[in-house]
Structures are given as structure tokens and as C-alpha cells.
């Protein structure tokens, strides 16, 4: 992470593109076409519209993760998209989330909304708790599985 978050004007942009670098492959995965906002953020433009990227921190998972064995990291993003499949049209909303260690980040995109905050355009970034995520359903698996 200190490769990626530096503490100069360029950390927070290259964390949220550390994020988006990820979102983007899994909307690409899935067979959908990245929207032209997300590839334009990748290519400097300092935010996203249509976008909302939050970070938050989860302690508990991350120390759940580490007892199994995995070091912590979580290196898929739990998501949701809309349509299901790219035979029923183009991408209209998009949410996943993904956690590196105790820190992850939530991304959100539709077509329609005019959403925000992206994270790395605010000069103090707000790391929220895990529990006061919207679309608490995106991992309500995981969360379910850390308190049996």
C-alpha cells in the first residue's frame, strides 16, 4: 500500500485508480463494456459522475481471514450488477467491493444517478466502518459467516 498511497497530492489518485483497476476488470469479466467514466478516471480525469468510491475498514474480517490462513486478504470483490447478463443489454449499475487486508473500498456506478464522493478528491479521506456501508446485502455472506 505505500507504493500505491503516497503521502504527496498523487496518493489518494493513485489508491482510488488501485481500486477502480480492479472494479474495472470484474465489469470486463462479467462481459459488460467499462463505462467511458471509469476509463477516463483510469486515464486522469479527476472524478466520476455517475460514480460513488468509498473506503472503509473491517478489523474483524480481515482477522478472520488471517486466522485461515489466507494473510488477510480478500482478493475478489463481492458484486452486484444490473442487467445480470450482457445478453440483456449494457451495464446500467454496478456495486462491488473489495478489501485488501483491513482496508476495502466500495465502488458504486449507474448510468442514471449523479452519485459521489470518490474518495481521492477530498483532501481528508473518511475511512468508515464496514457496518455503515450501504448495500449492507453485498456482503451480508461474509458478515453472517464471521458471527456464527
Given at each position: 500500500m505505500e507504493e500505491i498511497y503516497s503521502s504527496d497530492a498523487e496518493g489518494p489518485r493513485n489508491l482510488a485508480r488501485y481500486f477502480m483497476k480492479n472494479f474495472a476488470c470484474r465489469i470486463a469479466s462479467r462481459g459488460f463494456e467499462v463505462p467511458q467514466q471509469v476509463i477516463?478516471?483510469?486515464?486522469?480525469?479527476?472524478?466520476?459522475?455517475n460514480?460513488?468510491?468509498?473506503?472503509?475498514?473491517?478489523?474483524?474480517?480481515?482477522?478472520?481471514?488471517?486466522?485461515?490462513?489466507?494473510?488477510g486478504i480478500l482478493l475478489y470483490a463481492n458484486a452486484m450488477n444490473s442487467p445480470t447478463e450482457p445478453s440483456e443489454g449494457p451495464?446500467?449499475?454496478?456495486?462491488?467491493?473489495?478489501?485488501?487486508?483491513?482496508?476495502?473500498?466500495?465502488?458504486?456506478?449507474?448510468?442514471?444517478?449523479?452519485?459521489?464522493?470518490?474518495?481521492?478528491t477530498d483532501p481528508w479521506v473518511y475511512l468508515r466502518d464496514r457496518l455503515e456501508l450501504p448495500y449492507p446485502e453485498l456482503h451480508a455472506e461474509q458478515w453472517g459467516r464471521l458471527h456464527e
Open positions: 477516463e478516471f483510469m486515464n486522469g480525469a479527476e472524478g466520476m459522475p460514480a460513488c468510491l468509498l473506503l472503509y475498514r473491517d478489523f474483524a474480517l480481515h482477522d478472520r481471514f488471517r486466522r485461515i490462513g489466507d494473510h451495464l446500467i449499475a454496478f456495486c462491488a467491493e473489495l478489501q485488501v487486508g483491513p482496508i476495502g473500498a466500495l465502488f458504486f456506478w449507474d448510468v442514471d444517478t449523479v452519485l459521489g464522493p470518490i474518495f481521492s
